[in-house]
């Protein structure tokens, strides 16, 4: 079973500035990878997929990007909505696997 | 927008069963499939398998394989997700989400899981 790991599992930055949040692979997936923004009592929100594509109504200020099994979810200029929980995803259609990260807590520093 | 509208919370004794249920609304159920992902108190999101909203297709996580069952009723444009044997750790939030476009049994790729549902609480308590 593939593995996810993020890091940090909690992150301080002060608005206005640039966040930069983690996530590995145990092994090789591809571009197989999604990040998502999850906020208290809320459902987790689709930021990126295919590891570098924003979905739909995502503001620019959020990027991903991979290097091998590394990817990295970047926020350029922190705005309040932001401070939330973000998790990684790899997802494969075959073979059929779905795997989160343990997420990261991103807070106002 | 494309939404999906899940079932309230539901408070259920160890040993029980619970089912929930995922409305789509403004898109056609049967396009695409749902994944089911549960989120316990504190832990990650955990994936608990895919269904066929089109030919009815189930492939479940290996962890609840015999304990959970996929189905749907494509003419109220619902899914469901039904959960036997319930234990104490089984006390989570349970989301369904849209996958990948399906055309029979042919899914394919997902871009994301987009929209979610906005998640059921299901209490597992004596």
């Known amino acids: 079973e593939i593995v996810m790991t993020q890091s940090p599992a909690t992150l301080s930055v002060s608005p206005g500035e640039r966040a930069t949040l983690s996530c590995r692979a145990s092994?090789?997936?591809?571009?197989?990878l999604a990040w998502y923004q999850q906020k208290p009592g809320q459902a987790p929100r689709l930021l990126i997929y295919d590891a570098s594509t924003r979905a739909t109504g995502i503001p620019a200020r959020f990027s991903g990007s991979e290097s091998g099994t590394e990817f990295t979810l970047t926020i350029s200029s922190l705005q309040s909505e932001d401070f939330a929980v973000y998790y990684c995803q790899h997802y494969n259609s075959w073979p059929l696997e779905c795997t989160f990260g343990q997420g990261t807590k991103l807070e106002i520093k | 927008q494309v939404q999906l509208v899940q079932s309230g919370a539901e408070v259920k004794k160890p040993g029980a069963s619970v089912k929930v249920s995922c409305k789509a609304s403004?898109?056609?159920?049967?396009?695409?499939?749902i994944h089911w992902v549960r989120q316990a108190p504190g832990q990650r999101l955990e994936w608990m398998g895919r269904?066929?909203?089109?030919?009815?297709?189930?492939d479940y996580s290996q962890k609840f394989q015999g304990r959970v069952t996929f189905t749907r009723d494509a003419s109220a444009r619902t899914a469901y997700m039904e959960l036997s044997r319930l234990r104490s750790e089984d006390t989570a939030v349970y989301y369904c989400?849209?996958?990948?476009?399906?055309?029979?049994?042919?899914?394919?790729?997902?871009?994301?899981?987009?929209?979610w549902g906005q998640g059921t609480l299901v209490t597992v308590s004596s």
């Open positions: 269904f066929n909203a089109d030919n009815g297709d189930t």
């Open positions: 989400a849209r996958g990948g476009r399906v055309v029979g049994q042919q899914i394919f790729p997902t871009q994301g899981f987009d929209p």
């Open positions: 092994q090789s997936i591809s571009s197989n």
């Open positions: 403004k898109y056609t159920l049967t396009d695409y499939a």
